[in-house]
């Protein structure tokens, strides 16, 4: 992400989350595509709707918006902010939902956030 400012300033957000998606839909149909071909006829409607959904909502709108943020923000910023993400979402499902933490969930979460912690000191540094 840090090296990546250039590309959706040069190609526009939505051209380039289009050629990721549809490369790496080349590279894995050979994968799922005979799982889906067999497990898709015995879907409901609203497994479909279910599976368009999690395609759309958090994979590609979430990756689109993530290279237009590129456009007005600095990478470090935008990584900082995908990383969080997650560890935010763990924090609202278990204080929300009563979901869980599993201690991989809470070594993940850490791991992640001294990562995050990381890179934003390394950046104060670089600044002084």
Do not use: C
Not at 68 to 92: D, E, N
């Amino acid at each position: 992400m840090l090296y990546s400012k250039e590309i959706p300033e040069r190609f526009g957000a939505l051209t380039v989350m289009a050629w990721i998606f549809g490369i790496a839909t080349l590279l894995f149909l050979p994968i799922g595509a005979l799982d889906v071909a067999t497990k898709a006829p015995n879907w409901s409607a609203g497994a479909v709707w279910l599976v368009a959904y999690i395609v759309l909502a958090p994979t590609i709108l979430v990756y689109a918006a993530n290279a237009w943020a590129l456009r007005y923000a600095s990478p470090g910023q935008v990584t900082i902010h995908m990383f969080s993400q997650p560890v935010i979402v763990v924090l609202l499902a278990w204080t929300r939902l009563g979901q869980e933490l599993s201690i991989q969930t809470l070594y993940a979460a850490i791991l992640t956030t001294l990562g995050v912690a990381l890179v934003l000191t390394a950046k104060q540094a670089k600044a002084k």
